[in-house]
């Protein structure tokens, strides 16, 4: 591993806690945990405008659940958690089923807080628990000529309403180059604030990569593959003419039907003003040599 990751962000920058956990986790997760102090925690750590909160804690992408903002939240609670395992397969020394606590206990989880910038242009501050890719793809073996990582959300029709309609492909698939999936930035998430992932947000364990749009970071992965070749990836069989395989967060390469120059905070208030996108999501010093000699807009 090239080096350990520092964070150069606080929980001062976070978004709060109740703009991204919906008001249904918040009571059914937290237990003994007042609704009024993490409101009061909200006001303290941001100057968010305290209205429009229940739009807010509602805010998630998640198709499976519904194409509505709030969907997630309303339909997510049907997802079966546990027992859950993720077959890692393809060129690694080690393929196999493994249970969650099986890859638990060998991964050693830390915090990160990082900004998440949605491809939508609206954006948030996430205090992430997770561990590094680059462990668990340690773990498995990375075999020589291995050049991409594949990754496969579950497909439970029964749990997922979502599903019914053909938005998109099902299941939802995704990729990375495997020098992205060994950096140190990228990780597999389990939770937020210090609790279990929340469903909505991709529960027991999702991919997190800060430096790219939101949509790349898969959420409850069911499947790891190590391939010689590029994976598909649900949006760009979608559109690939909107969604490049990278979606490196590029504020210079608009989306075909609307400008990436700017974003809005989430919680920021209805009248705050948008702010700058920044190149790579503001981790370019960190990430920007993976893609040294490349156009970035052909590959965006």
């Known amino acids: 591993m090239a080096f350990r990751w520092t964070n150069d962000l606080t929980r001062a920058d976070v978004t709060p806690e109740a703009v991204w956990l919906n008001r249904r986790s918040i009571l059914a997760g937290m237990a003994g945990l007042g609704l009024g102090s993490i409101a009061g925690t909200a006001r303290a750590e941001t100057d968010m405008e305290p209205n429009g909160w229940e739009e807010i804690t509602t805010f998630n992408n998640y198709y499976e659940f519904g194409t509505g903002k709030s969907d997630p939240s309303k339909y997510a609670d049907r997802l079966t958690t546990s027992p859950w395992s993720i077959t890692i397969d393809g060129m690694v020394d080690h393929p196999g089923e493994y249970g969650f606590e099986q890859i638990m206990q060998q991964m050693s989880v830390e915090e990160r807080i990082y900004r998440f910038r949605c491809v939508e242009a609206w954006s948030m ?169 490349m156009d970035l807009v052909k590959y965006h």
Request: charged share 20%; proline share 10%.
């Open 125 to 293: 501050v996430v205090p992430w628990n997770g561990f590094e890719l680059a462990d668990l793809l340690n773990v498995a073996g990375v075999q020589d000529g291995a050049k991409y990582v594949a990754f496969e959300t579950a497909l439970r029709p029964d749990e997922m309403p979502g599903v019914s309609r053909p938005v998109i492909e099902w299941p939802y698939v995704e990729g990375l180059r495997l020098d992205e999936a060994m950096h140190p930035l990228t990780i597999m998430a389990t939770g937020i604030y210090g609790k279990p992932m929340p469903n909505q947000n991709g529960a027991p364990i999702r991919l997190v990569v800060p430096w790219k749009y939101g949509y790349k970071s898969i959420k409850s992965i069911v499947r790891i593959t190590l391939t010689d070749s590029e994976p598909p990836t649900a949006w760009n069989k979608y559109a690939p003419n909107e969604y490049g395989f990278y979606s490196n967060v590029n504020p210079e390469v608009p989306h075909p039907r609307w400008s990436q120059a700017t974003e809005k905070r989430v919680g920021a208030g209805l009248l705050a003003r948008r702010q700058p996108t920044l190149m790579f999501n503001g981790y370019k010093d960190q990430v920007a040599a993976l893609y040294d000699g």
